[in-house]
């Protein structure tokens, strides 16, 4: 299986700050590489889709880059809504695998 | 809009058995791949299974592999997760999830879940 670490596992930042999360693959997954946020108490919601491509409607506030093991999101401009956990996912093989989560908290 | 509503969840006795439901709305069921994801209280996400698209393939985690299937009824637009010898591991918060692009592994659609207890 491949596993999938993120870091930081938490990170304080203040609104309008830049924040960047980085994933790594134990073993090279392509662009196949998925970012969610989940706010608590809420379901998971996918932000960005094979590295880069950002889901409609979510703000551009959100980047994503990489390829094969390493993979970064990036939030420009932290807003309030912001604040939450994130989580990446490779969907190169199955077993699908996530990273563990980084909870972005309010400084 | 797309939407997808999971059901059947509480508390159980390890051991038994229990089927999970997911009815899915605003788009064409029957062409897309569907997942379960769990959430163990307090915890990160973990995949559990996949269905293809025409419900002919499905694929499980490990962890659940042998004790669980997955089906799916084009006729009524729902997805099932069927649980069988569940263990106190697998108390978790079960969500379905639209599936998309590669491997119908990019999650793009989450129900609000529902929650599994194994207790005695």
């Known amino acids: 299986d491949i596993q999938m670490t993120q870091s930081p596992s938490s990170l304080s930042a203040s609104v309008g700050d830049r924040v960047t999360i980085t994933c790594r693959a134990s073993?090279?997954?392509?662009?196949?590489l998925n970012w969610y946020q989940q706010q608590p108490g809420k379901a998971p919601k996918l932000l960005i889709y094979?590295?880069?491509s950002l889901k409609y409607g979510v703000s551009s506030r959100f980047s994503g880059r990489g390829s094969g093991t390493d993979f970064t999101l990036t939030i420009s401009n932290l807003q309030p809504e912001d604040f939450a956990t994130y989580y990446c996912?490779?969907?190169?093989?199955?077993?699908?695998?996530f990273g563990q989560g980084t909870k972005l908290e309010i400084k | 809009q797309v939407q997808v509503v999971e059901s059947g969840g509480g508390v159980v006795q390890p051991g038994r058995s229990l089927r999970l439901s997911c009815v899915a709305s605003?788009?064409?069921?029957?062409?897309?791949?569907m997942n379960w994801v769990r959430q163990a209280p307090g915890k990160g996400l973990e995949w559990v299974a996949l269905?293809?698209?025409?419900?002919?393939?499905?694929y499980f985690a490990d962890s659940v592999k042998g004790r669980f299937t997955t089906s799916r009824d084009s006729s009524k637009n729902t997805l099932y997760l069927q649980m069988n010898g569940l263990r106190a591991e697998d108390t978790a918060l079960y969500y379905c999830?639209?599936?998309?692009?590669?491997?119908?592994?990019?999650?793009?659609?989450w129900g609000r879940g529902t929650l599994v207890i194994v207790s005695s």
């Open positions: 999830a639209r599936g998309v692009g590669k491997n119908d592994g990019s999650l793009d659609s």
């Open positions: 269905i293809s698209s025409d419900g002919s393939d499905t």
């Open positions: 094979t590295t880069s």
């Open positions: 996912q490779q969907s190169y093989s199955i077993p699908f695998t």
């Open positions: 073993q090279s997954i392509s662009s196949s």
């Open positions: 605003g788009f064409t069921f029957n062409t897309y791949g």
